[in-house]
């Protein structure tokens, strides 16, 4: 391997392990506020291309406006669905809202089979992004530079949210304890539908992101990602943001690793993820960056 | 101030208050006591919203607050520091204070009332940036009890606020007690140090299993045979 290949597979680890990032925090944003595993997150990520691909195409939009546009509507869907297939059973067995979670996910595959058609969709090329960007003998495609630079500016303003901001103090108040939280006078219910619709703007971008990345859109492109991003965010330490971000990142250096370096494996690379969380489980159960919960009396 | 009027609570089918019927008026301190089990954190987790009682009223004021959300009530100035502190761990002394405000947005008032705290409690001015988590016991309590003033109640509940606290700091939160009622704050105390609660209370009810079953002035409940026997472990 030369060195220009070894950056080309630098860039596209860098980009893919931004859009794994992207979506695990989501899942472990909503499982922060909720314990709940959002199965449904990985469709969410795939409305999001979609939605962008029919402001594109059907509407005619230029491609700013429609990404705007998309962005939104994915973050409404994302409170849409807590309003209806969550919150009725906050109350509830965890087991009821987590079958709830996986038949939401279904509903959205199959309805998304039947309104966008199961066979995939090519998004129109956007010069911006479709262009080959040369480095004396590397070249890239200038989405995978623009992948990572966004997730940045993306991850800097969630932290300031988070960290810095009111609505961020009450997100982690209710995260913590639930009634502790009413007791602050905290509108709990809007602060978890605030929560699903910061971490489905996240998807939508992602989903966004990686069709311009890979063009190709299907209802179940949300599957394999949604189901990687989980496990990433498990990995970091489910609950933590940083953790989800060190999941995304390290699982999409590995995937790309090994395609570059062992092609023969390539085959497997969806398995990997898999191994990865079996030995940084038995390793660390919490997580990498998850803290072993001690509750002082 | 406050007036429970027939009070009753289900828990699936555990009926745990009974038709409870007491006052707290403006200015006094109030003291509810009783055995493990006898309904004390469900009467105060029914007065703030967190528990649907099946029956009776709540009034605050002559008016209704029964179905109320718990951040509306807290908005009218009813706050409770409930039992086993709740304190939020993994956020430092400032940051649980400034939830306790999250209803107010009057900025220079929470800081005044910041300092007005930190007053009371000088042990957490010293540990502002500390994660309450890895507070002592009895920091975590005055904690809480700071936090729930930073919303400026007219009436502070407090659910069994001495527990596993040795004899100084018991000492030290009765008295703050005492300062923050002389202030002009209405307080609602639960306890089972029936003693210390009785010393400092102006009126005292006796909860046994989802009932009223005494009540009276403080300093005569602490005189009554009865509550000698029961509560203050003094022979017959
Ligand atoms: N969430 C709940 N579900 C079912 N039963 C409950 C629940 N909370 C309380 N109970 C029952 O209601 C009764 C009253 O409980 P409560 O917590 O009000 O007692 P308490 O007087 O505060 O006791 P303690 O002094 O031990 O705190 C008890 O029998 C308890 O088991
Ligand atoms: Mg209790």
Same mark, same amino acid.
């Given at each position: ?184 006078? +905290? ?90 969380? +079996? ?19 | ?236």
């Amino acid at each position: 391997m030369d060195i220009a290949t070894f950056f080309q597979q630098m860039a596209n680890a860098m980009s893919l392990g931004s859009l794994y990032a992207l979506i695990a925090i989501g899942y472990t944003m909503v499982y922060g506020i909720l314990r709940l595993i959002n199965f449904a997150h990985g469709d969410v990520f795939m409305l999001g291309a979609y939605f962008a691909f029919y402001a594109v195409t059907a509407l005619a939009m230029p491609w700013g406006i429609a990404f705007i546009v998309a962005i939104g509507l994915t973050g409404l869907f994302g409170m849409g669905l807590e309003r209806a297939a969550y919150r009725p059973l906050r109350d509830s067995p965890k087991i009821s809202i987590m079958i709830s979670a996986i038949g939401a996910s279904f509903l959205i595959e199959n309805v998304g089979v039947v309104l966008f058609g199961g066979r995939p969709k090519s998004f129109p090329s956007i010069p911006l992004f479709d262009t080959v960007i040369h480095f004396g003998s590397v070249s890239v495609l200038s989405v995978s530079l623009f992948i990572p630079v966004v997730t940045l500016i993306i991850l800097a303003a969630l932290l300031w949210i988070v960290n810095g901001t009111r609505t961020g103090l009450a997100m982690r108040a209710v995260s913590t304890d639930l009634d502790a939280a009413r007791l602050m006078a +905290i509108d709990v219910n809007k602060t978890i539908s605030l929560t699903f619709g910061i971490s489905s703007v996240l998807a939508g971008i992602g989903g966004i992101m990686r069709t311009m990345k890979y063009p190709q859109l299907n209802p179940l492109m949300g599957f394999m990602p949604g189901l990687k991003c989980f496990i990433a965010a498990v990995i970091g330490g489910i609950g933590n943001i940083q953790g989800a971000v060190l999941g995304g990142f390290l699982l999409g250096f590995i995937e790309i690793m090994i395609v570059a370096f062992l092609p023969e494996l390539t085959g497997y690379r969806d398995a990997f993820a898999f191994v990865l969380l +079996i030995a940084v489980l038995l390793a660390k159960p919490s997580g990498l960056l998850g803290k072993n919960q001690t509750v002082k009396v | 101030m406050l007036r429970i009027d027939d009070l009753s609570v289900h828990y699936g089918g555990i009926h745990a208050l009974q038709g409870v019927s007491f006052e707290v008026p403006e200015g006094k301190i109030v003291t509810l006591i009783g055995a493990n089990g006898a309904g004390k954190s469900t009467t105060l987790k029914s007065i703030i919203g967190l528990v649907k009682p099946s029956g009776g009223t709540i009034q605050l004021g002559g008016q209704s607050m029964r179905g109320l959300d718990t951040k509306d009530i807290v908005r009218r100035g009813v706050v409770l520091a409930p039992e086993g502190r709740r304190i939020f761990p993994n956020l430092t002394t400032e940051e649980n204070l400034a939830l306790g405000a999250f209803a107010r947005n009057d900025k220079a008032g929470i800081e005044q009332d910041k300092l007005k705290v930190f007053k009371l409690f000088p042990r957490l001015e010293e540990r502002r940036k500390q994660k309450a988590g890895t507070m002592s016991g009895g920091e975590q309590q005055m904690l809480a009890v700071a936090r729930a003033l930073m919303s400026r109640p007219k009436l502070l509940m407090m659910d069994e606020p001495s527990l596993g606290l040795a004899p100084l700091i018991v000492k030290m939160i009765f008295e703050i007690i005492k300062t923050i009622n002389a202030e002009g704050t209405t307080i609602l105390l639960v306890e089972q140090n029936a003693k210390a609660a009785l010393e400092i209370a102006d009126f005292g009810y006796v909860l046994e299993t989802g009932r009223i079953t005494l009540s009276g002035p403080g300093k005569e409940l602490l005189a009554d045979d009865r509550v000698r026997s029961a509560y203050l472990g003094e022979g017959q």
